[in-house]
């Protein structure tokens, strides 16, 4: 490998990595739910994506960064009406149940979105989009660099929220005793619907970065999304924010490399393939957690 192969061999690692932020807040709304309820909602990236369409409505009046804080916003408002029709009237003791309606609401949100748009691409606002950053020999993207920015300040924003507020303990609480947490008073009900909240919000973001950095959405987004943000949390460890995060930079740097080496028609081969070694040699991901619950 020449230097010039091997300049272009680090570029798309680290474009990859930028991106990757985005893979990192799915899984981590994956996470946050899966922590919470021990259920998988599988309508969550399709939701990020809905929530980033209904952004486009206020696209031509409000500039770009406004655009994607009311996709975070329409995130939170979709998640919370996931949690009502997929969570709240469903027996929860019924597994199977709840993921179906997860699996029904997936299949729902991504024939709307085909239907209003009739199947066609929509442009997306990016900001920096033509704007490069000379390091040496490699250059960051800046459209790139602000999507893994804004990813970053939404991961430190929920850690925030996680631990210093009073919104935070409640979660954590539910998380771990449901029963104690009720005893001291807490709602079950209404932490749940507020990490829903919480999640659609990070997912509605993720979506509006998505469109950011490719520059368009498109209904065939949902999927692969879903299948990234569940490859991501098998691999960061289920329930393990930390995990997501790396695991999301990892898959992001994986797929892009693969793309460069093998092209784009291959790329999700070697994704699964790296899901399929977690899953024989650290079947617990990176950040598995110790022990059970009591």
């Given at each position: 490998m020449d230097l010039l192969d091997l300049i272009d061999f680090s570029q798309s690692i680290i474009d990859g990595v930028l991106f990757g932020t985005t893979y990192s807040l799915i899984g981590i709304g994956f996470t946050l739910i899966f922590g919470v309820m021990h259920k998988i909602n599988l309508s969550y990236a399709a939701a990020s994506i809905g929530a980033a369409y209904l952004s486009l409505i206020v696209v031509s009046a409000v500039p770009a960064p406004v655009v994607?804080?009311?996709?975070?916003?329409?995130?939170?408002?979709?998640?919370?009406?996931?949690?009502?029709?997929?969570?709240?009237?469903?027996?929860?003791?019924?597994?199977?149940?709840?993921?179906?309606?997860?699996?029904?609401?997936?299949?729902?949100?991504?024939?709307?979105?085909?239907?209003?748009?009739?199947?066609?691409?929509?442009?997306?606002?990016?900001?920096?989009?033509?704007?490069?950053?000379?390091?040496?020999?490699?250059?960051?993207?800046?459209?790139?660099?602000?999507?893994?920015?804004?990813?970053?300040?939404?991961?430190?924003?929920?850690?925030?929220?996680?631990?210093?507020?009073?919104?935070?303990?409640?979660?954590?609480?539910?998380?771990?005793?449901?029963?104690?947490?009720q005893l001291c008073g807490m709602s079950v009900n209404a932490t749940n619907a507020s990490t829903f909240v919480v999640a659609g919000l990070l997912g509605g973001t993720a979506g509006a970065m998505a469109g950011a950095a490719i520059g368009v959405l498109s209904p065939l987004m949902t999927l692969p999304l879903t299948v990234k943000g569940l490859v991501v949390t098998v691999i960061g460890g289920l329930g393990s924010i930390p995990g997501a995060i790396v695991a999301g930079l990892i898959v992001g740097g994986v797929e892009n490399l693969f793309q460069f080496l093998r092209g784009v028609s291959e790329r999700d081969i070697y994704v699964m393939l790296l899901l399929f070694v977690f899953l024989v040699f650290r079947p617990g991901g990176l950040f598995a957690a110790p022990g059970g619950r009591d």
């Open positions: 994607y804080a009311f996709a975070a916003l329409a995130g939170g408002v979709l998640g919370w009406l996931v949690y009502l029709v997929c969570f709240r009237f469903i027996p929860l003791n019924n597994p199977l149940a709840t993921l179906m309606s997860t699996v029904g609401m997936l299949l729902a949100l991504e024939e709307l979105i085909s239907h209003l748009t009739y199947g066609m691409p929509q442009n997306y606002p990016g900001l920096f989009a033509g704007t490069n950053f000379e390091i040496g020999a490699f250059f960051l993207r800046g459209d790139l660099l602000f999507v893994f920015l804004l990813g970053c300040a939404a991961m430190v924003a929920l850690t925030v929220l996680l631990k210093r507020t009073r919104l935070g303990l409640a979660t954590r609480a539910v998380a771990q005793q449901p029963v104690a947490a």
